[in-house]
């Protein structure tokens, strides 16, 4: 019995801040690197493992980690990519009153869940984002630029000290500047960001990198493939 209960207390120290804090849904895919790290104490993650209110997920250079909530909304983290899985509070429906997810920085795939469209926070430095019944891809800038592809449904992108913008014309791109101007295009234009496609749209670019419930509409990707260098 002392064993056990030893056993126990190693187990729950373990743990770590994570076992303190709300599961919220879990790993469905893990590639390469990918770690968490709640309240300073960080782990690699795994396929299949919890994920928690206030975690900060990370990945390295060729990871991809896909996380789906209990609410059935699914994120998939692209290289070289942070997020920070801000607040989420359900019902006994597993319907959230919200869902709180700060970008920080790399490309992202969103598919909105079972919860109103009201629920969802999404944030990033340079803007809030609301959505609709909405599956987008989205980049994030070292320099806090951003870019959104929409997939299906509306996307509303509202700067800090800006007016908004809905984008749901599948094929455009709307993109943020670091000094808060928007640019709505037809192609894909790598100078307003920095980068290539491939890099911020790596989804699009090749979706066979994710798992069958993460994809989106192949004639919608194809739409933003055909217009990228």
Do not use: H
Not at 2 to 17: D, E, K, M, Q, T
Not at 85 to 91: A, E, I, P
Not at 179 to 196: C, F, V
């Amino acid at each position: 019995m002392l064993v056990r209960i030893l056993f126990s207390i190693v187990a729950l120290a373990a743990a770590g801040p994570a076992a303190a804090q709300s599961q919220i849904g879990k790993s469905t895919s893990i590639s390469v690197e990918v770690s968490g790290a709640v309240g300073g104490s960080s782990r690699s993650l795994r396929t299949g493992d919890g994920v928690f209110e206030n975690e900060r997920i990370t990945t390295d250079a060729r990871g991809i980690g896909q996380f789906e909530f209990l609410d059935a909304t699914r994120l998939a983290v692209g290289p070289g990519s942070s997020v920070t899985l801000d607040r989420f509070v359900y019902d006994r429906n597993r319907k959230a009153g919200k869902v709180a997810i700060e970008l920080g920085r790399g490309a992202f795939r969103f598919i909105s869940g079972q919860s109103p469209s009201a629920a969802y926070q999404i944030s990033t430095t340079a803007a809030a984002i609301g959505v609709r019944g909405t599956t987008f891809d989205l980049y994030v800038a070292d320099n806090g630029a951003l870019c959104v592809a929409t997939l299906s449904g509306t996307v509303r992108v509202c700067p800090r000290g800006r007016d908004c913008r809905n984008l749901g014309a599948t094929g455009q791109y709307l993109v943020v500047t670091p000094d808060r101007s928007y640019w709505r295009l037809d192609r894909w234009d790598g100078a307003l960001l920095g980068t290539t496609f491939a890099v911020a749209m790596p989804f699009l670019a090749d979706q066979a990198r994710l798992a069958p419930a993460f994809r989106a509409n192949e004639a919608a990707v194809a739409r933003y493939r055909a217009n990228a260098p």
